[in-house]
């Protein structure tokens, strides 16, 4: 009999990214930001930043949720560098944010749900990967991702007056 890994155990892809999605409530629930969480851990499976969309009560147009953590994960590294870092975002990173990735030398991004007006891990751009860059990402994307679209889906249906679908 084979045994299937407990995708749910510390450690795991989908554990980090529950930790995400906590983030991501927190951003809604009591700062009214669109609800994307994003968690950064290190190569040994410490956490070294967190953080939560921004932009809107920050009247930040660069305080997404995977800049946030990135700008903390490098304080507590010493590091603009995130060499051996994974990165875990509810949402599929947009281009900027993609981007930082690329130049902070991010090993892997795991994304919750595909973004497919401005995704650009795959969905309409491929920007982490792109071999042009002297800096590739591995990319893992969909882990959670009907709860992670659950959410901002409900979000913008709340914005419009209209019950959780």
């Known amino acids: 009999m084979q045994k299937h890994a407990d995708t749910t155990a510390p ?55 995977e800049i946030v953590a990135m700008r903390e994960a490098g304080r507590a590294l010493g590091n603009h560098r995130l060499i051996g870092c994974t990165l875990y975002v509810t949402l599929e990173p947009c281009a900027m944010c993609a981007m930082a990735m690329v130049h902070a030398r991010v090993a892997r991004v795991v994304y919750g ?9 795959g969905s309409v751009f491929d920007l982490l990967t792109d071999p042009r860059h002297n800096h590739r990402v591995d990319v893992t994307g969909g882990v959670l991702g009907g709860e992670a679209g659950q959410r901002l889906r409900n979000y913008f249906r709340a914005k419009r007056g209209l019950p959780p679908a």
């Open 11 to 65: 450690g795991t892809d989908e554990a980090w990214m529950r930790h995400a999605l906590a983030l991501a409530d927190r951003a809604e629930r009591d700062f009214d930001e669109i609800p994307v969480g994003t968690v950064v851990v290190d190569a040994t499976g410490q956490v070294v930043g967190e953080g939560w969309n921004r932009n809107i009560g920050e009247h930040d147009p660069s305080a997404h949720a």
């Open 113 to 121: 749900a595909s973004d497919p007006k401005t995704g650009a891990a």
